[in-house]
Each structure stands twice: as C-alpha cells, then as structure tokens.
C-alpha cells in the first residue's frame, strides 16, 4: 500500500522559513508527478507547487519567489522549502502523488497532512 509520510510542519513567525519533507518509499516515484496542497480552515484545498521527474515545476502564484519544491529520487522524498512565510500561508499542508494509468485514469495519493502556523 503506497502511503505517503509528511513532516516539517510546525510554528513559525513570520518572515521564517520551514521545509517540509514527504516520503513515499512504496511509491514507483519516477512515474509521478508530486505536489504539495494546502488547506487553511474554510477554504478549499489549492495547489501550492508541484513537480516531475523531470524538474518540470508549477506553482501557484502566491508561492512563486518564496516557496521551491524539489525531489530526490533517489530518496522517494519531495521537499518544500518555504522562505519569507506569512500569516496566510497558515494552513494544513499535503503531500500529492498522481499518475496516468495504462488507460489514461489519474490516480493519486495523499498524506496525512502536517500543520503549518506562521504567527507572532
């Protein structure tokens, strides 16, 4: 059973910055696309970055210029760096996997969820 394992997540002030690691050891890892998500309370869960194997990478626009998402393949880990955190970055962070199978059905993955608090 693939499971996806978060950690990192935390309280810090703001300007502060936290990396979040999330590790998929069962996980065919080469053949995903990983992401981080967030949820802050009443709000829908956003995309915050994501990335394939290739280094190919997206992120959303209040991510852009603070926050770098990364993997090591070798590891089966992704990594979100986050720098300059803000108040509104607050929210329950998630790790996302998903691929296509043979007949083109996404699939995906989720992890638990780690807690991110940015207060002073």
């Known amino acids: 059973q693939v499971q996806l394992v978060e950690s990192g997540g935390g309280l810090v002030q703001p300007g502060e910055s936290l990396t979040l690691s999330c590790a998929a050891p069962?996980?065919?890892?080469?053949?995903?696309?990983m992401g981080w998500y967030r949820q802050a309370p009443g709000d829908r869960r956003e995309l915050v970055a994501d990335?394939?194997?290739?280094?190919?990478?997206n992120y959303a626009d209040s991510a852009k210029g603070r926050f770098t998402i990364s993997r090591d393949n070798a590891k089966n880990t992704v990594y979100l760096h986050m720098n300059s955190l803000k108040p509104e970055d607050t929210a329950v962070y998630y790790c996302n996997a998903w691929s296509y199978d043979t007949r083109g059905r996404r699939s995906d993955y989720w992890g638990q969820g780690t807690q991110v608090t940015v207060s002073s």
């Open positions: 069962r996980l065919v890892f080469n053949s995903h696309r």
């Open positions: 990335t394939n194997s290739f280094e190919d990478t």
